[in-house]
C-alpha cells in the first residue's frame, strides 16, 4: 500500500512539474516579449523596458521559471500587472468561492448519481429504469450555463426564491451557501446524469460476473449480491469517471460564475485576458491545475483502497 | 430416499426447446457423472437444479431435492436451499471470487447468509475449518488472503470450501478441473471424492472429458442434443448400447493411423536456448530481476517426425513456441530451422495452428484473405487455385472462400487454421494446443485429417499440448517440460509406458484414463 | 433502433439547416433592425427577435453551421492525431514511447478544454479557431486511450500472432487487423465526442473565448442573452433548445449505433 502511494505520488510530482514547464511555456516563450504584448502596440519603449525589468524578463528563461516555481512554493505568485497587488491575495479570495462551488456540486453529483444508477440497474428494465435513464439523457444534452439561465428565470425572477446573483461572504455561511446552491445544481445535474449512466452500466458489468452467480449459489439474493458484492467492484470505474468529472466542474464553475455574477476564479481570468494580465492568467491556470491533479491523486488513492490488486502483497 | 431425482425435465430458453424430458436420479454418498459435448445441455441440468437461469427459461418435469420439488419452490426457499442443502463449484476458478473481497469474508458469508444468529467471529472460525478441510491450512493461508494471491487450483478449493461450509447434502461440479493442470486436477478429484466420503454427500459431476468422470463416478449419463441417450454404472464402457456413447468412447481414446517415418536429418535445431523476462522492479532503486521462462533447452526435430512438447502451465512451453516461431528474441543459445537461423528466409518453412478456433481469425475478412495471409512471406498474393487446394486439402469446398469465419463451426475453423498453415507448404507445422479447445468426436477427426496430411505431404510436427492422450495419440517422440528445462525426452511409447523422471511419471500417474474396454 | 432513428432524424434536420443556410435564411442575419428589436415570436418571426432586431430562427440556422463545424474538425484532431498514437502504443506496449505517449495523455486530462482556450486566448486573442483546437487537443488523449485499450486486447489474439508468423510488421498488423476491429467502436465514440464538442464550443463563446462578432454562434446568443432573461425570455430559450437537441440527437445516434454495431462496445464517457 505504501509503496502504491509513493508510486502515485512520485508520477504526482512528475505531472505538476510538467504542467507548470507546459503553462510557463504557453505565457512566457511563445508568444514573443510578454512586457510589449501586455503594453500592447502602442507603448513606449522605456515602459517596455520598466515592465521588463519590474517582471524580471532580463533573467534567463530557466532563473525566471525558477523564480517563479519557487515563488509558488512559497506562496508568492508574484505581483499582478493590472490590480498593482500581490497575485495570491487576489486569487485567495476568489478561490474561496469557485473551489466550494465545484466542491459543492461533485458532492451532489454523487449523491444524486449513486441512488439513481443504482436504483435504475436493480431495476432493470422497468418503467423506473427507462424514465429515470430517458431523464439522464436530457441531463447530459442541456448545457450548464443554460440550464442556470432557466433556473435564474424561474427560482429567480419568477419566484424570487433566491437573489438573481451576487456573492455576500462567507462571513454568513448561510447566505453564502444559498449563493451557490442553484450554480452547484446547475453544474451538478448535468455531472451527474453522466455519473448515474456510468454506475449503471458498471453494476450491470459486474452483476454478470462470474462471481455474482458463486455468491447466487451460496445463496444470497440478487439484492444481497448486489449491495455486498457488486457494487464495490462497479466503483473501480466509477471513480475513473468522477475523477475525470471534478475538472469539468472547476472548468464548469468558471463559467456557472458568469451566469450568476459571482466573483470567482472565472471573472477573474476573463478580466485578465482582456486587460493581458498574463501572470494573473498563469498563476490561475496553474492553480486549477493543480487542483485537478490533486484530486486525480486522491483517485488514485481511492482505488487502491477498493482494490486489493492494487496494494500488493503487504 | 433418492437425494435428487430429476423427472421428465423439459426446458426451453425463450421459446427454444434446450432439454427434453431429462431424468436423472442421485443417491447420497454417490458420485453421478454427467457427460456430453458442447450444447448437450448438461450445464443447464445443473443449473436447474438451483433454478439458477438465464431470464427467460421455462422448466417442465419434475426436480425433487430431499423429498421437495425445486420447480415449485419461491424464489425466497430457493435462496434458502442454495449453498444450505446444495453447493455448486463452477469451471473457472480465476473469475468466480470476488476479487475485493477476502476468501475468509466469503467463505464466512455462506455461514452468516443461512445462520444469521451465527457471530462474526464463530463464522470466521468455522470458514477456517471448511479451507482447511479444503487443503488449504491456516498456516499457509490466513482468512485475509485476497483472491488474486493464490493459485487457480487454489482459487477453486475456496469455491468448493464456500460450497461445503454448510456441509450440504447435495454438490454440484460443473466442469471442476477443465481449467486446471493435469496435476491439479487430480488433487482437486481427490478432495472432491474425500469430502462425498466423510459428509455422505451426492455429487453430481458435470465434465466433458469421460476419463475423468469413469476414475471416480459410481454412475454415468451421457447427454446429447438435451437429452439423456444413456446411462450406467462404473461399467458403462462394457455395457453400453447406444451408438452415441461407443462413438463418444471411441473418439476419446481415438489413435490416428500413421504411416510416415521419419528422416535421419534434422529439420528443426533448438541448442542451448534461453529466454529471460524482466520482472517489475520490487522497489524503485533496486536492479530488476529477471524470470527465466526457457532455461538451456536444447533438442532437435527430424524431417517427418512428428514431436510431442508437454507440460503444464506455466513451465515455458509457450515461450518456447513463441521464440521458435521468431517472435521472441532469445537471450542465449540458437535456433536454427534447416541449419538457417530463423529469419525472413527460412520463416517460410514453419507455419502455426493456434489453440482458440474463434480468436486465430479476424472476423472483418473472407476466408480466402484470411488463409492466404501467409503470402506475405514470399511476397505474392496467392493465386485462386492454390486458395482452393488448400481449402480441399482439409475437406473444405473452393466455395468456403468468399464467407467471414462466423459461419462455420469450431471444427471447420479448425480445418481452415490448418489450410493456411498449409498454403505456403512449409515443411514444419506448430501445433500449438491446437486441438485443445475442440469435442471429443471433432478433435478424433482433426488428428485424422493431421496424420494423413503429414503422410501426403511428408510434413513435421511439433505438437505442444497439456493434454497427454492427445500427445501419445499423434506423436513419435516426446519431451517434458518443467519450470523452463526439459526433464526427459524418449519415444513417445517408452515416455508414457516406463517413465523415468519422477515429473514425468507425476504427469503421467495423475492423467485420468479411460477404461481398456 | 428507435434511438437511433430519433437521434439520427434531430441530427439531420440541424445539418441540413446549417447547409441552407450557406444559400438562403429567412432574413438576413447581418442586417440590423432596432426597431424591431426583442419581438416575441409570431408569423413573422417563428422564434422572434433579438436585441439587434436579427431574425433568430435564422441566427440559429447560422449558428449551426459553427456548431457542427467546430465540433466535427475537433473530433477529427482527436481522432486523426490521437487514434494513430493509441495505435502505436499498443503495438510498443511497455516501451518507453507508450509511456510517454500515455503520460502526455494523462497530462492533458489535467487541462479541460476551457483552460486549454483560456491559455490560446491569452496569447492568440479569442476566435472561433481557438475554441477548435482547445477541443480538439482535449479529444486527442480520449481517443488514444479508447484505440490504445481496445487494441492491446486485440494484439493478444491469435490471428494477430498469425500475422506475426507470416511476416508481417507493426504498422502493417495495426492498419490491416487492428484498425478495422477498433473501428466501430471509434465511430460511436466519435458521435459521442461530436456532441460534446458542441456543448464545448457553446461554452466557450459564451464566455467569449469562442466564435467572435460578427460570426454567429449559439453560446454568444446565449450570452448577449443572459441580461434581457426577465424582460424576453424568448431569446434565450431558443439557442438553448438548438444545443439541447443537436446534442441529445447525436447521443442517441451513438448509443443506437452501438446498440446496432455491438452492444458491448465499451465507450469513454
Known sequence: ?????????????????????????????????????????????????????????????????????????????????????????????????????????????????????????????????????????????????????????????????????????????????KALTLPAIALALPQASILARVMRSALLDTLSEDYIRTCRAKGLTQRQALWRHALRNAMIPVLTIIGLQFSFLLAGAIIIENVFYLPGLGRLVFQAISQRDLIMVESVVFLLVFAVIMVNFAVDLAYAWVDPRLRGRS | ????????????????????????????????????????????????????????????????????????????????????????????????????????AQVAETILIHEPQTSKVDAMERAAHALTRCGLPQDRFPLGRYPHEMSGGQRQRVVIAMAIALQPKLLIADEPTTALDVTTQAEILDLLARLVREDDMGLMLISHDLAVVSDMAHRIAIMRNGEVVEEGGADLHRTMTHPYTKALFAASSHQPERNASPEDTPLLEVNDAIRDYTLPRKSLFGSADTFRAVNDVSFQIKRGESLGLVGESGCGKSTLTRAILGLEPLQGGTILLDGQPVGPQVRRKMQVVFQDPYGSFNPRHKVARLVSEPFHLLGRKATDAEIDEALMSVGLTPADKTKYIHEFSGGQRQRIAIARALIIKPELIVLDEAVSALDVSIRAQILDLLADLSDRFGLTYLFISHDLSVVRAITDRCLVMQSGKIVEEGPTERLFTAPAHPYTQTLIAAAPTLPES | MRNLTFGLILTTIFAIGALVSFAWTPYDVTVLEIANKLKPPTAAHWFGTDHFGRDIFSMIMVGARTSIAVAIVAVVIGMGLGVPLGLAAAARKGSLLDEVIMRGNDLIFAFPSLLIAILITAIFGPSAVNAIIAIGIFNIPVFARLTRGAALSLWTRDYVLAARVAGKGATRISVEHILPNVANLLIVQGTIQFSLGILAEAALSYVGLGAQPPTPSWGRMLADAQTLIALAPHVALFPGFAILLTVLGLNLAGDGLRDVLDPKLRVLR
Request: neutral net charge; charged residues 15%.
Open chain 1, 1 to 177: 500500500m505504501l509503496r502504491y502511494a509513493l508510486k502515485r505520488l512520485g508520477s504526482l510530482a512528475i505531472s505538476l512539474i510538467v504542467a507548470s514547464l507546459v503553462i510557463f511555456a504557453c505565457i512566457e516563450v511563445i508568444p514573443g516579449d510578454p512586457a510589449s504584448f501586455m503594453l500592447g502596440i502602442n507603448a513606449q519603449p522605456d515602459t517596455v523596458a520598466a515592465l521588463r525589468e519590474e517582471l524580471g524578463l532580463n533573467a534567463s528563461l530557466a532563473t525566471r521559471y525558477l523564480s517563479w516555481v519557487t515563488g509558488m512554493l512559497s506562496g508568492d505568485f508574484g505581483t499582478s500587472y493590472t490590480y498593482r497587488s500581490p497575485v495570491a491575495e487576489i486569487i485567495g479570495d476568489r478561490l474561496w468561492i469557485s473551489l466550494p462551488l465545484a466542491l459543492i456540486a461533485l458532492g451532489l453529483t454523487v449523491l444524486i448519481a449513486f441512488p439513481v444508477g443504482i436504483l435504475a440497474a436493480t431495476k432493470r428494465g422497468s418503467w423506473a429504469d427507462m424514465s429515470v435513464m430517458g431523464a439522464t439523457q436530457l441531463g447530459i444534452a442541456i448545457p450548464n450555463f443554460w440550464f442556470a439561465m432557466l433556473m435564474v428565470l424561474l427560482f429567480s425572477i419568477n419566484l424570487r426564491w433566491f437573489s438573481a446573483g451576487g456573492f455576500p461572504g462567507w462571513e454568513n455561511p448561510l447566505a453564502a451557501l
Open chain 2, 1 to 104: 430416499m433418492t437425494l435428487l431425482s430429476i423427472e421428465n425435465l423439459s426446458l426451453s430458453i425463450r421459446g427454444i426447446p434446450i432439454l427434453r424430458d431429462v431424468s436423472l436420479s442421485l443417491n447420497h454418498g454417490e458420485i453421478l457423472g454427467v457427460i456430453g459435448e458442447s450444447g448437450s445441455g448438461k450445464s443447464l441440468t445443473a443449473f436447474s437444479v438451483l433454478q439458477l437461469l438465464p431470464r427467460g427459461t421455462t422448466c417442465e418435469g419434475r426436480i425433487n431435492l430431499l423429498g421437495e420439488d425445486v420447480l415449485t419452490k419461491s424464489e425466497k426457499a430457493l435462496c434458502a436451499m442454495r449453498g444450505r442443502d446444495v453447493g455448486m463449484v463452477f469451471q473457472e476458478p480465476m473469475t468466480a471470487l470476488n476479487p475485493v473481497q477476502t476468501i475468509g
